[in-house]
């Protein structure tokens, strides 16, 4: 019998060893795993922490149920997957009566489930409708943004979500393009990327789409507006000696993550324990090349 969609696990955690060696450092521990996606991290944390007891969330229905599915039955009592935004934390863990928690993860960015399933449209490589949002409920889909915003508002997004460097050139093709005809698919866009930019860089290590893709996603789901806040805000849940962990894929992220740990340092409220960045080790990104730019940093209160 061929197994449901939402049974079969398809993204690899990264740094499992590294995140365990913060999380299970306290014996009995209430942790939120505030991105779930296909419940890597979670799963290794309770089977190596018996005492441990998570909250899973995350924003996609279907990294709930996978989550669910391969978690809720093996760690019964131990583990509650809600589909939640982890930007409204606080009022998540007041729903339960939870004040305070020991520790908190963050892995953002773009799960492999999303990004290997075509129809939901994160892929360069697949043809599938613009989609592109995390949440399926979210309000802008890529094809949106690119319907609706002026052409200035489009170079903004490519230059500072994407940080491409053909960011002018493109978001004019694109709004020559859709004068003609809107760009609703992946496709359509990688050629008229392609189309835009010089011919020596269509042939480089990286596809030529990769910036203007990871720039739209980070528009559709307004990942970096509130990340900063988010992180503060999570640092306000811990108990005394808890553990804030984010693991980032870009410099965007990880910009953000590194100054507002700095802030809270200077503050006085709490130790950065990662003073030299964490990053996979070589063989960690041979067996999962999507790792490779992950960068995990760790604040202390
Ligand atoms: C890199 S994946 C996490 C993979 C997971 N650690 C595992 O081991 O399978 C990131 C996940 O974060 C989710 N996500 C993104 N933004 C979110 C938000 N604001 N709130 C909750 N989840 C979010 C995505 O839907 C995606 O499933």
Redesign the pocket.
């Known amino acids: 019998m061929m197994s449901k969609l939402t049974d079969c ?6 740094m ?1 060893k590294e995140v365990l060696s913060f999380v299970t450092e306290r014996k009995r521990n209430v942790v939120v ?12 944390i309770l089977a190596n922490s018996p005492d441990t007891f998570v909250f899973g ?4 229905d279907e ?1 709930v149920t996978v ?1 669910d599915n391969r978690l809720g039955s093996m760690f019964r009592g131990r583990f509650k997957a809600t589909k ?5 934390l606080p009022r998540h863990l007041a729903r339960f009566a939870v004040p305070r928690v020991g520790a908190i ?10 990004l290997d399933q075509a129809h939901r449209g994160f892929s360069y490589w697949a043809e599938a409708p613009l989609d592109m949002r ?2 399926p409920a979210g309000a802008r889909t890529a094809r949106d943004i690119l319907a609706e915003s002026d052409e200035e508002e489009i170079e903004t997004i490519l230059r500072e979500y994407g940080e491409e460097r053909f960011a002018r050139r493109i978001a004019r093709a694109i709004v020559e393009r859709r004068a003609e005809r809107e760009i609703t698919t992946t496709i359509e866009l990688v050629e008229v990327v392609k189309g835009a930019i010089p011919a020596r860089a269509r042939h480089g290590t990286i596809h030529p789409a990769r910036k203007t893709f990871q720039a739209l996603r980070i528009a559709a ?3 970096l507006s ?1 990340l900063a806040g ?1 992180l503060r805000e999570c640092f306000g849940l811990l108990e005394s000696e808890g553990v804030l962990l984010v ?1 980032t ?1 870009h410099s965007l992220e990880d910009r953000i993550a590194k100054r507002v740990f700095k802030e809270i340092q200077a503050g006085g409220l709490g130790t950065v324990r990662t003073r030299k960045v964490i990053r996979p080790s070589e063989g960690e990104v041979a067996g999962n090349p999507r790792s490779r730019s992950a960068k995990l940093r760790v604040i202390q209160s």
């Open positions: 696990v398809y993204h690899k955690p990264v499992v795993d505030c991105t779930l996606g296909d419940g890597g991290h979670s799963w290794a969330i995350d924003v996609d990294a989550a939640w935004d982890y930007r409204e993860l963050l892995d953002l960015g773009v799960s492999s489930r999303q995390m949440n789901n307004d990942e509130r988010a693991i894929y």
